[in-house]
Structures are given as structure tokens and as C-alpha cells.
């Protein structure tokens, strides 16, 4: 399923769209803080393309023991297969750019532990409206999520935070279809909503220690 962030990190001016995967009967867990935890088995996906070129896709996976991993790979020219990075990383000249395909160890300078791992999925960066083409409808993410059966945990937040920016209320998600892809970067959005989801990016550079290299996550 396709989702959407209200504030991306800048990665050299490349488009990036976000896919989520879950396991069967599993859900979503949002904490008292907001973040959100993803179950074991669970896999989020990352597209990067430069001049609308596929040139890199990453996959974070928390496997079924609750361990994470991230994997990262490396389209050719022709956009017909993508081989797997080698666990040390990669560097490629693109577009004029020197673009580095992150080691494994890497992924985790930016989702640690501290971050709880997955860095989009939260509630300040999921409050946000999607469109859902299948449908031609467009509805607010996370009310979305929580219709389709996705969420669970602290929703009472969640939905506060929902009402607080003046997004769609629950009756427009149950209108929207489920699977979809959303739209991409560079929306119009609410300004707290923008407020809001660039402070808790920022408060997530901060308390790891650094904010992330240009190509990282």
C-alpha cells in the first residue's frame, strides 16, 4: 500500500515513493508518542528516481524474530532489473551526481532504536490528506489506515491530532478505496500540519545524534 509523508527528508533532489507491506492479520501499533510500530514481518519500501529514472529501492524489514534489517537495491540504465547492494554499499555518478547506495550498517545511523526504527511512519508525518486514484478520492491516511483495520494502540492521539489540523474526518476514509498509491512530493498542506511534522523531523535527527547524509533515509 502506497503512503505519503508531510515532511521528506531532502535527498538531493530526487522523487521518493512509499510502500508498506504487512503480514496477514497484523497491525500497526502507535505508541504514547505517536510513533508508529511496525510488526514483525512488516516491510516498508522506498523508491528514488532522479528525472523520473528508477535508480534505487530500499527495503527496511523487521523480520518475525522483532530484529530489523535494511536492503538496498541498484537499477540498470534500463530499468529492468534491480541487483542487490552489497552489504559495504555502493557509490554511482547520476545525473552529475555522486549518489552513495547505503551499507547495511548504515541504515541504522538513521533508523535506530532511539528513532523506534521506522522514521516516516508516525502520526505527525501520517496526518496528512492522500489521494487514492482507484477511486478518485482523496481522504485523510491515517483514518484511512485505521478503517482498512491497519492500526492499533494509542488512536484516541492519533485522531486529536487528526481533528487539531482540520483534515478529513472518518466518514471519507470509509469512501476511499484501501490499496492505493498516493501522491507525491510537494503538496499543498495545512500549515500546522507542516509545523508540526518538521519539528518531530528534526526531533528525530536530534536524538540520534546527527542528522542523516544526503542519500540516506
Known amino acids: 500500500m502506497a503512503y505519503a509523508i508531510a515532511q521528506p527528508f531532502w535527498s538531493d533532489g530526487a522523487q521518493k515513493e512509499r510502500f508498506l507491506a504487512l503480514p496477514d492479520d497484523t497491525q500497526i ?14 516491510v516498508t519500501i522506498k523508491n528514488f ?12 524489514v523487521r523480520h518475525t524474530d522483532g530484529t530489523y534489517s535494511g536492503y538496498t537495491y541498484q537499477w540498470n540504465d534500463e530499468q529492468t532489473q534491480a541487483t542487490l547492494v552489497p552489504p559495504g554499499g555502493a557509490t554511482r555518478s547520476i545525473a552529475g551526481l555522486t549518489w552513495s547506495y547505503p551499507s547495511r550498517a548504515q541504515c541504522f545511523a ?14 505527525r508525518q501520517l496526518n496528512i490528506d492522500a489521494f487514492y486514484p482507484s477511486t478518485g478520492r482523496t481522504a485523510n491516511q491515517q483514518y484511512t489506515l485505521d478503517y482498512i483495520g491497519m492500526l492499533s494502540g494509542n488512536k484516541a492521539a492519533l485522531f486529536a491530532a487528526a481533528a487539531g489540523s482540520e483534515l478529513r474526518t472518518p466518514s471519507a476514509a470509509r469512501s476511499a478505496l484501501l490499496t492505493t498509491r498516493s501522491r507525491g512530493e510537494g503538496r ?30
Open 49 to 60: 528516481r532522479l528525472n523520473g529514472q528508477l535508480f534505487e529501492t530500499r527495503f527496511f
Open 188 to 217: 499543498a498542506l495545512p500549515m500546522a500540519c507542516l509545523t508540526a511534522s518538521f519539528a518531530g523531523l528534526s526531533f528525530v535527527k536530534n536524538r540520534r545524534g546527527r542528522g542523516p547524509p544526503p542519500s540516506e533515509w
Open 29 to 42: 501499533s502507535i505508541d504514547s508518542s505517536g510513533d508508529w510500530l511496525l510488526p514483525p514481518g512488516a
Open 110 to 123: 538513521c533508523h535506530s532504536a532511539a528513532a523506534q526504527f521506522s522514521l516516516g511512519l508516525e502520526t
